[in-house]
């Protein structure tokens, strides 16, 4: 399913087959700026309701251990092991939203970072 963009302040409300064991509930939270009223299992793991059923794929999976950070997002959250139910009526950043009103100071640091590196780099070293 292509994720489609929903204007700020608007309820996207997304039905996904239950999986696992938890009961069947509606969670509501933000992401990126926008609210999201989900009807799935509460216990699927955060980055699994971002990927595939919102289809937000900036956040990827490394470990699936929170160990090593590749999934993480609001506030250094680890969403590989973080279930949906804790993250009801808060606001969740990801990577697409860092950058939705222009570049970050953080990410031009990168570039920056990246891009000199880039430049000195040779093939073979």
Known sequence: MPHQRV???AVERV????RGSGDASIIHFT????????DSDPEMPVLWYLRDVLGLRG???GCGV?????????QAMRSCVVPVRV????EITTIEGVGAKGLHPAQKAGWSITCR???TARPGR
């Not at 039905?15 to 239950?18: A, C, F």
């Not at 992401?31 to 989900?38: K, T």
């Not at 993250?87 to 808060?90: D, F, H, I, L």
């Open 66 to 74: 929170a160990l090593c950070g590749a999934c993480t997002v609001h």
């Open 87 to 90: 993250v009801e009526g808060t």
């Open 117 to 119: 590196s880039a430049a």
């Open 7 to 9: 204007r700020p302040g």
């Open 15 to 18: 039905r996904t087959p239950l």
């Open 59 to 61: 956040t990827k999976f």
């Open 31 to 38: 992401v990126n700026g926008v609210e999201r009223s989900v």
